[in-house]
């Protein structure tokens, strides 16, 4: 077990609505990444938060959006989702936000979207 | 050319096989790479760090050739319990604002079989 504990495990919604996923980090640990895992694909990096502060953003719309809370753990909204939102959403954290170090993944989250 | 690219697999061995899967990246400035081993369902899990020429823990060896921009993982032995998905991570390096962005590969499926 890593330590890193996501909520909930797995949330069905529908086009349209707003979902928040929830993330806390290994002890000791002060950066969360955010991961959206497709089936069949590599997990790809939606962002980085060191300190609270945003530390990195891949390729994903402003309707992904999130925020970390001073004890380190963070949350992850998506706004006005849509079918392709559908994925396991996996959050890692680590220590230091300006260098690769290990990450530690939670178990994810997997929305489907109807 | 992808940033990391990864040949899916399957790759369908019997135990006691030794097999190697590639992992190549586009970024010749790359410093150091990961190898992640992740289960049907479950999370990924960090398997070797590589930040050299190469890295080697009992039956795993990863390599990395520089001039052709891959990294490699060979599994000796393959025993039934490395049946799982193995992503290959280079981080870039980080953008003006000082931050890493992880590109995780698609991950290359190992099937190991009596």
């Known amino acids: 077990e890593t330590g890193v504990t996501q909520s909930p495990t797995h949330l069905i919604k529908t086009r349209g609505q707003q979902v928040t996923l929830r993330c806390s980090s290994q002890s000791g640990h002060n950066t969360v990444s955010w991961y959206q895992q497709a089936l069949g694909q590599g997990p790809q990096f939606i962002f980085q938060?060191?300190?609270?502060?945003?530390?990195g953003r891949g390729n994903f719309p402003p309707r992904f959006s999130g925020l970390q809370f001073p004890n380190y753990s963070s949350e992850l909204n998506v706004n006005a989702l849509e079918l392709d939102d559908s994925a396991l959403y996996l959050c890692?954290?680590?220590?230091?936000?300006?260098?690769?170090?290990?990450?530690?993944f939670g178990p994810g989250t997997r929305l489907t979207v109807l | 050319r992808k940033e990391v690219e990864q040949d899916p697999g399957p790759f369908n061995v019997p135990e006691g096989a030794t097999v190697a899967f590639n992992c190549t990246y586009s970024?010749?400035?790359?410093?150091?790479f990961f190898w992640y081993r992740q289960d049907c369902r479950k999370e990924p899990k960090l398997l070797m760090s590589?930040?050299?020429s190469g890295n080697e823990d009992g039956r795993f060896t990863a390599q990395l050739n520089r001039a052709s921009q891959y990294i490699s993982l060979l599994i000796r032995d393959s025993k039934l319990s490395d049946s799982a998905t193995y992503l290959c991570v280079v981080p870039p390096l980080p953008s003006s604002g000082g931050s890493y962005i992880p590109t995780f590969g698609r991950g290359t499926s190992l099937i190991v079989h009596p």
């Open positions: 938060y060191y300190r609270e502060e945003e530390n």
């Open positions: 970024n010749s400035a790359s410093q150091s």
């Open positions: 590589v930040y050299s």
């Open positions: 890692a954290s680590s220590l230091g936000g300006h260098s690769y170090n290990e990450q530690f």
